[in-house]
């Protein structure tokens, strides 16, 4: 088992390569063999890339999400008959809001924050 620093540096090294946390997790677990980030530091996995400035411009599950919704509107770009899926489109957008809303809440993102179907390409890299 690795010490606790270089889980630490390994965690930061991954993240600036571009994985998401939860691909992080997977990494660490199958490639240099720790378990779990949280037994090994003492920290979560998010709270060592806070503190060291490694931040998201969004968290990963509003991020997958706004990439569903992109996903369904170029489906339906094609497809405009497609009502299942324009409800599908709905329905993820209104999660969208719903998560949002708690990340405003518990200022993981900005008060103005809000998701435009015109600007979500914008959003996710």
Known sequence: M?????????????AREGHPPSRIGL?????HGVGSVKK???KSLSQILEERGVRRPLPEDLSNLVRRAL?????LEKNRKDKVSLRS??????????????????GKLPR??????EKAALLVR
């Open 71 to 75: 996903r369904l509107q170029r489906h």
């Open 40 to 42: 090994a530091t003492g």
């Open 2 to 14: 690795t010490g606790e620093k270089e889980v630490e540096e390994l965690v930061v090294k991954l």
């Open 112 to 117: 103005d924050w809000k998701y435009e179907r």
């Open 89 to 106: 489109l709905e329905i993820t957008e209104q999660r969208i809001r719903k998560l949002s809303r708690y990340y405003v809440r518990v």
């Open 27 to 31: 990494l660490l677990r199958d490639l």
